[in-house]
């Protein structure tokens, strides 16, 4: 009788560690089908993926020069400009002219250029970065030749140092909200200055 009950002891204890097994093994399968990645903030700046439609033209006929920017992306005041003038257009596309006196900047204030091909057609790219008031400004000048003068497209973007929300205080949502949205904006800055770029045409 002991023996009867034995058997019956050790059958239910296989039972329940297969049933224990298999639930194990599901459940690992089911976490193997899905992703637990945290989600992109849905508040964050996403001017990077607004359509063309949502976008300004600037246009200089005279050197056949166009490009595109977003609304609402650069401060007010400070949108895309088109500039031109006299400059050492015979080194280039060899080496990057002197732009200086075009981008109203000091000599010392204008780093060298750096050569770029945008839409097939070559660039020199300067770029002057400053910090004031809790800002990171950043000016972005891109230069080519055409009839014996320089087009500068003049980029002018700003955003805030996010380091001002640090240190994080522990349960302040708002506080963390405003220092993501705060990264992701400075992040998609590039991106977004890459897409304006890359609608330069210079026929």
């Not at 990645?37 to 005279?62: E, G, H, K, R, V």
Request: proline fraction near 4%; include cysteine; aromatic fraction near 12%.
């Amino acid at each position: 009788m002991a023996t009867k009950r034995s058997d019956f002891f050790w059958a239910i204890l296989t039972a329940v560690i297969c049933v224990a097994v298999i639930f194990i093994a599901g459940w690992f399968l089911l976490l193997g089908n899905f992703s637990f990645t945290n989600q992109p903030d849905t508040t964050a700046d996403t001017q990077p993926n607004q359509t063309m439609l949502d976008w300004n033209t600037i246009t200089n006929n005279q050197y056949g020069f166009s490009m595109k920017y977003p609304n609402g992306f650069f401060d007010a005041g400070h949108e895309p400009k088109v500039l031109a003038g006299d400059c050492n257009y015979n080194v280039f596309p060899g080496s990057c002219p002197n732009v200086e006196k075009i981008a109203n900047q000091e000599l010392n204030h204008l780093p060298a250029g750096n050569k770029v091909t945008i839409n097939n057609t070559t660039y020199c790219k300067y770029q002057i970065q400053d910090a004031a008031a809790g800002h990171q400004y950043y000016s972005d000048y891109y230069a080519t030749v055409k009839n014996q003068k320089c087009i500068v497209v003049e980029l002018v973007t700003s955003t805030t140092t996010c380091e001002n929300y640090l240190p994080l205080q522990p349960g302040n949502a708002e506080q963390a909200t405003n220092y993501n949205n705060c990264v992701s904006k400075r992040d998609n800055r590039g991106a977004t200055l890459d897409q304006i770029v890359n609608t330069f045409t210079a026929n």
